[in-house]
């Protein structure tokens, strides 16, 4: 699977769009990119993924590059609840379903009041 | 989503006694399930891939014989950490995809947080 970079932290005020970058140059024609998140001492919960598209969902939207070599989660309005790490993890179909998952450190978003 | 569960959420025990943890899908089945590890500060590590009804694949470097995986229907995984010791300590999380669904993404369990005495 191809290899991800993101910032190790970011701070975002409470109400305001959250933006996360993640770089993923490597990034293979069959490969997806995952936006999973983790509260601290819980699993990770799934956000969104997508291939070339731009994707939205009930929380959050996903931006890729024309060239796919990288992509922005955005969450529209965050909230305190909303701090917590998030990984950007880039894996293909078949990866997805048969093979685990390659967690890098991830983004420690911190939502300030 | 779909709704993954890890029993127990945590665990202590005494050093060289055996502990199971179990993850079951509630709402769909799964032909593979996955198991992580998590060490405090760090991110999470595959330990090994649950196949149902054949034999579990492990990354490099994790002991089959320590950390035994049953898969033995499509709801329900376990893994029994054997002979525990004290550097065994650590968040295990289990994971699993819907196979009857053409999505891509894992649910994860809550967690089992393991602590060896």
């Known amino acids: 699977d191809a290899k991800t970079t993101q910032p190790t932290s970011m701070d975002c005020a409470e109400g305001r769009a959250a933006n996360l970058p993640c770089n993923h140059s490597?990034?293979?024609?069959?490969?997806?990119v995952y936006w999973y998140r983790q509260i601290h001492s819980q699993g990770p919960q799934y956000i969104i993924h997508?291939?070339?598209n731009n994707e939205t969902n009930e929380m959050a939207s996903l931006i890729i590059t024309e060239d796919r070599k990288s992509s922005t989660l955005i969450l529209p309005h965050a909230t305190l609840r909303d701090t917590a790490v998030y990984y950007c993890?880039?894996?293909?179909?078949?990866?997805?379903?048969?093979?685990?998952?390659?967690f890098g450190k991830g983004t420690h978003l911190i939502i300030q009041p | 989503g779909a709704v993954v569960s890890q029993h127990p959420s945590w665990v202590i025990c005494k050093s060289g006694t055996s502990v199971k943890i179990e993850c079951r899908s509630l709402?769909?089945?799964?032909?593979?399930m996955f198991w992580y590890r998590q060490f405090p500060k760090q991110s999470l590590m595959l330990m090994a891939t649950?196949?149902?009804?054949?034999?579990?694949?492990?990354e490099q470097g994790v002991e089959k014989d320590k950390f035994l995986i049953n898969h033995a229907s499509l709801t329900l995984s376990t893994l029994t950490v054997t002979s525990a010791h004290p550097e065994d300590s650590s968040f295990y999380i289990c994971?699993?995809?819907?196979?009857?669904?053409?999505?891509?993404?894992?649910?994860f369990g809550q967690g089992t947080r393991l602590t060896v005495v």
């Open positions: 994971s699993a995809r819907d196979r009857g669904q053409g999505n891509t993404e894992a649910f």
């Open positions: 490597t990034i293979s024609g069959n490969e997806y």
């Open positions: 997508g291939l070339k």
């Open positions: 993890i880039v894996s293909s179909y078949s990866g997805g379903g048969a093979d685990g998952l390659t």
């Open positions: 709402d769909f089945q799964a032909t593979t």
């Open positions: 649950s196949n149902e009804g054949s034999k579990a694949t492990y």
